[in-house]
């Protein structure tokens, strides 16, 4: 049961408004003018994809009493009306579909006009974690930019310090997530300074994280034997670190570990040579809140050259360390 819902929250999908149809998908034009970013060359919007959840009406032209209303798509793809069984649509579109099915009855029926028509959209979902009000997997029937999907999920969550209310929200930390990679949003300028040109429109499997500001934890990732958060300590620093996390890996590349600070669009970075501090050679490097220590499996000169890997790692155990503090609770007995 932890498993599935694991894997639920951590691979859901972003809703469309309609079932679209055509094939060919237009390129990215420059800034689009009004309150969002310009659109993505590939998007859900311009071909709309049937899959699992989406429920669909089937009727037989000239036969109404094979009308077959509500039929969800299953689990694995498939749909079956009359003698059509168990026919793959996920994936595709409508009119594709509609060929399918006509195929299927081909056998029964001559040269069978085949009517799908949309009822409910329920295969296309997107996932908002972390600071905001209404947390969760959330399924839309229209666009929705990145504005829009933190505003419906109740705004930035709150808190009072020194008797004034402050957002709790690390808008320097927090991210968007599509396809495994961490999408070049700045929070703060998109939510604080009003650029919309960082107002993203959600796409299907999308995965919003919004970071605590209150958190003091810190990352240890890459070749580690135990890798993922830990909480800070006074005495917290490299190589503590990494004790506190099962020691280096069998690949590791002790002579350079990165240490990652600030923010996701201007980090500061450290290399660390961990060899040098265990042979008391170096002075150990102290942890701050928040810092990301990635341990490389190969050699590395240059911060650049791993820094984009220490961010999807650190994208992949936020989201995962996230789901593990807050949904186990609520499934356990």
């Not at 000239?62 to 009306?81: C, H, K, M, N, Q």
Request: hydrophobic share 40%; proline share 7%.
């Amino acid at each position: 049961m932890n498993r599935a819902i694991r894997n639920l929250l951590l691979s859901c999908l972003a809703t469309p408004a309609v079932f679209a149809q055509g094939s060919e998908q237009p390129q990215a034009t420059g800034p689009v003018p009004g309150n969002k970013a310009p659109a993505t060359p590939t998007s859900w919007r311009n071909r709309y994809e049937l899959g699992p959840g989406d429920v669909i009406n089937f009727s037989l032209f000239g036969r109404p009493e094979l009308d077959r209303p509500g039929f969800r798509i299953a689990p694995d793809g498939t749909v079956s009306y009359l003698q059509a069984q168990n026919i793959k649509v996920a994936g595709l579109t409508l009119d594709e579909a509609r060929l399918a099915i006509e195929n299927g009855l081909a056998s029964n029926f001559k040269s069978p006009r085949v009517i799908i028509t949309p009822q409910e959209v329920g295969s296309k979902r997107f996932t908002i974690l972390g600071k905001v009000i209404n947390k969760g997997v959330v399924t839309l029937e229209r666009p929705v930019t990145l504005v829009e999907a933190i505003a419906n999920a109740g705004g930035i969550e709150t808190g009072l310090f020194e008797q004034n209310t402050v957002e709790l929200a690390d808008l320097d930390r927090s991210f968007v997530s599509r396809n495994g990679q961490r999408l070049p949003v700045d929070f703060r300028k998109l939510l604080h300074e009003g650029d919309m040109s960082r107002n993203i429109e959600i796409e299907p499997n999308d995965f919003i994280y919004i970071a605590s500001s209150i958190s003091n934890d810190y990352y240890v990732l890459g070749a580690v034997n135990s890798p993922g958060v830990q909480a800070l300590t006074p005495d917290a620093s490299v190589v503590a670190a990494i004790t506190r996390r099962g020691g280096l890996g069998e690949r590791a590349w002790p002579d350079r570990v990165l240490v990652v600070r600030g923010s996701f669009d201007k980090p500061e970075t450290f290399a660390i040579n961990v060899k040098d501090i265990l042979a008391a050679k170096e002075t150990d490097f102290k942890i701050q809140p928040k810092d990301i220590i990635y341990v490389a499996d190969h050699p590395w000169a240059e911060a650049e050259d791993i820094l984009k890997l220490a961010l999807s790692a650190f994208v992949t155990s936020a989201a995962s360390n996230w789901v593990n503090l807050n949904v186990d609770p609520i499934i356990k007995p």
